[in-house]
């Protein structure tokens, strides 16, 4: 059983920046793929990033290319979410997911990002 915990959340300002981190425990971090989602008031939850378990390849949804970089440390069991040039568009409660090759899925509990005009 894997456990996340999401932090870094918070207020700032359009065009500010933020970086999430989410520390995992309780499993073999390097053996599971990871990614942030998103889901703001009223609307779906959505793909933001995902990355590899070795962190040799990564994906970014188009509206968050060219801001926002996932990577992973293996060796500190976390993984990151760098977020710049914030718009109040991309408020919403961040999560991360832990995935694995036998299809096991664990979720944090989420940390709320919000982006003022």
């Known amino acids: 059983q894997v456990q996340l915990l999401e932090s870094g959340g918070g207020l700032v300002q359009t065009g500010g920046s933020l970086r999430l981190s989410c520390a995992a425990s309780?499993?073999?971090?390097?053996?599971?793929?990871m990614g942030w989602f998103r889901q703001a008031p009223g609307k779906e939850r959505e793909l933001v990033a995902g990355?590899?378990?070795?962190?040799?390849?990564?994906y970014h949804a188009d509206f968050v290319k060219g801001r926002f970089t996932i990577a992973r440390d293996n060796a500190k069991n976390t993984v990151y979410l760098q977020m710049t040039s914030l718009k109040p568009e991309d408020t919403a409660v961040y999560y991360c997911?832990?995935?694995?090759?036998?299809?096991?899925?664990?979720w944090g509990q989420g940390t709320q990002v919000t982006v003022s005009s």
């Open positions: 997911k832990a995935g694995s090759v036998t299809g096991n899925s664990y």
């Open positions: 309780g499993g073999t971090f390097s053996s599971y793929a």
């Open positions: 990355i590899t378990w070795s962190g040799a390849h990564s």
